[in-house]
């Protein structure tokens, strides 16, 4: 059964904290991605890396930086996390184009 | 950028009936796909039907299937004969280069 695993289902962390959220996958895909998603305003993309040690920004990157130094790996780093990073973090990767995505069961993050 | 609108932001469903939840989607790509996820309380995000856009023949998955109208921009999903295990948020999906969301209809189930 393929996976995209989070590391944490929780964390709280205190303002100016570096945060690090860590996804993995098992399926050798080439796409990974990171979203935020907030009651109301549905899924928005973060980030997002089409091959390792690539990186594009998405909708929202501000106030935070990705890293993907091996395919299976992309982590999400809160540079100095602030209140309003509080937020359920989604992870997910893809075969590529038009193929599905697999999440991972997300991080509820919150920041104090 | 694509938009994707889902105007219900709740619906409810009694037991063995038929819901529909409607999304629009607004591209400029002449190639995409389209998706309804399902978020349950678990928060695993799982993948309820795919809809190819070229294709005109509506996707159908056991109890879900979908109404896909290309000219309206128009991709609605109906569950029928609904189950309590169908009560979770769904999230309809763009797909060209990228994929983008709706912000979501949370499905209730009465027993």
């Known amino acids: 059964d393929v996976k995209v695993t989070q590391s944490s289902r929780y964390l709280v962390k205190r303002t100016g904290e570096k945060v690090f959220l860590e996804c993995v996958q098992d399926m050798d895909h080439e796409n990974m991605f990171w979203y935020r998603q907030d009651p109301g305003l549905g899924l928005r993309l973060i980030y997002f890396s089409y091959d390792v040690k690539m990186k594009e920004k998405g909708d929202i990157p501000e106030g935070y930086s990705v890293s993907r130094e091996k395919k299976e790996r992309f982590s999400l780093i809160l540079e100095s996390a602030s209140t309003n990073q509080t937020s359920m973090y989604l992870c997910a990767s893809s075969l590529g184009q038009g193929f599905n995505y697999t999440f991972g069961s997300g991080t509820r993050l919150t920041v104090v | 950028a694509q938009t994707v609108t889902q105007s219900q932001p709740e619906m409810s469903v009694q037991e063995a009936e038929t819901v529909t939840l409607s999304c629009t989607y607004d591209?400029?790509?002449?190639?995409?796909?389209l998706f309804w996820y399902k978020q349950p309380p678990s928060r695993q995000m799982i993948l309820v039907i795919r809809q190819e856009a070229y294709k005109q023949q509506n996707a159908t998955e056991n109890r879900f299937s979908v109404n896909f109208q290309k000219a309206a921009k128009s991709f609605s999903l109906k569950i029928s004969d609904s189950q309590l295990g169908d009560a979770a948020m769904y999230f309809c999906a763009s797909a060209g280069n990228q994929f983008y969301f709706g912000t979501g209809t949370s499905l209730t189930v009465i027993p």
């Open positions: 591209t400029s790509e002449s190639d995409y796909y």
